[in-house]
């Protein structure tokens, strides 16, 4: 099997479960939106906004850099599966302990810490999955990746499900969370032994520390991407309130399903066989990066412009009328996707080309614009000026990208 076979090939196995996955995800939030007040939706999507953007942390940007490593020598795996494990559980309970000590100096009410604690200890067993996931992304077993993460949703869902049934209350809903992300873990680690031996635990320090090294600059430009895609909501909130980040999350479901479902699959799949053009050969590298750019503008570009012109009927059809406010909202943000898709590809070349201090400095400029753009777009124009704010970042940093990938594929010297 050649390599675009094995890209084509992991990509269905990706899309179409992550098809699956953004359906039912899209109508249990379509199902909260309507079941919710606009109130309670907005405190909702401002715990799982905060959540998200302290996901770096339990990672700590190690993710691509073990990928990487396995897919290079699969001697490794044990090596750097060991201590990605070691790794990741350390820093999920440091960022459990961050979480709430956040929350409590933010003065936010008992109602709201209580629920981001149960979120956060959500978020620390989640992360003891990344091993078992780490190996198949690695070994381009794209199916089992798949089929971890179509379970993964479904229990994440279903027990969110359950425990909103059962309290009709946010913090069943987070409850049941947390019950659907333990019975995923052990499902991981069941199917994971299944395709490998027990891991030998190989406790190396310098492997360890090589590993942090050359992800912390991944973890601190995750930190940046999240801080301008999820930042908003809690602008939102201490500006203009809990109704008005409802409001506006009634829109963003679209933007990051629209993504979620058609580029992150393609991207992901991509990933190892271009580590391994990039290794083997460098003219069939630029073609596969070319060829790549073109598939993500194809698809993107006119998908954002059909909902930019159907999003007058898309929200209240999906959320009801009382989100109708929502709409401009949409039309404008749904403009993040083409740019926030070409750069998403665009930054894993500068891991490839093992720039990763780059691209933290690069996410560091989008995060600083971002919060910029939102504090002074958000008091002058509400929540329009939260969506153009998030559509200007995204574009500026498509162009450094871009100019840099450019200018690295050619040899040139980076001032």
Do not use: C
């Amino acid at each position: 099997m050649n390599n675009f076979q094995k890209v084509l090939r992991n990509t269905i196995f990706l899309a179409s479960t992550e098809m699956a996955l953004k359906i039912l995800g899209f109508l249990w939030i379509v199902y909260l939106g309507r079941v919710l007040t606009v109130g309670l939706f907005g405190t909702y999507s401002v715990v799982n906004s905060f959540i998200t953007i302290f996901s770096f942390l339990p990672e700590l940007g190690i993710g691509l850099i073990v990928v990487r490593e396995i897919a290079k020598d699969r001697n490794n795996v044990d090596e750097y599966l060991s201590s990605s494990f070691i790794i990741n559980i350390t820093m999920a309970i440091v960022t459990v302990i961050l979480i709430f000590v956040t929350s409590w100096v933010l003065h936010y009410p008992g109602n709201l810490t209580q629920l981001l604690f149960v979120a956060s200890i959500t978020l620390l067993v989640g992360t003891l999955r990344s091993a078992p996931l780490y190996f198949f992304e690695g070994t381009e077993n794209m199916k089992m990746v798949s089929v971890l993460n179509f379970f993964n949703t479904l229990l994440l869902i279903g027990g969110a499900m359950i425990g909103f049934s059962l309290s009709f209350s946010l913090l069943g809903i987070f409850m049941g969370m947390l019950a659907g992300t333990v019975v995923s873990l052990a499902l991981s680690f069941v199917v994971f032994l299944k395709h490998h031996h027990i891991p030998r635990v190989v406790f190396r320090i310098e492997t360890i520390r090589k590993t942090i090294f050359m992800g912390l600059p991944l973890a601190i430009a995750s930190f940046s991407f999240l801080v301008y895609t999820r930042v908003e909501s809690i602008i939102i909130l201490q500006l203009l309130g809990d109704k008005a980040v409802g409001i506006y999350n009634s829109a963003t479901p679209f933007v990051l399903s629209l993504m979620q479902l058609l580029n992150l699959p393609f991207v992901m799949a991509l990933y190892p066989t271009l580590v391994k053009l990039f290794e083997e050969d460098k003219t069939r590298f630029q073609k596969a990066i070319k060829k790549s750019l073109l598939v993500i503008a194809f698809w993107s570009f006119p998908s954002a412009f059909i909902i930019h012109f159907f999003a007058p009927s898309i929200i209240p059809f999906f959320f009801g009328e009382k989100f109708n406010t929502g709409i401009p909202v949409l039309q404008i943000l749904i403009f993040f996707v083409p740019f926030a898709s070409l750069s998403a590809l665009l930054y894993k070349i500068l891991i490839i080309y093992n720039r990763q201090k780059l691209y933290m400095v690069i996410n560091l400029i989008g995060a600083g614009i971002d919060m910029l753009l939102n504090i002074v777009l958000i008091n002058n124009f509400g929540l329009i000026g939260a969506a153009y704010a998030s559509v200007t970042t995204q574009l500026v940093l498509f162009a450094i990208f871009g100019f840099f990938v450019w200018r690295i594929s050619l040899n040139k010297k980076i001032i």
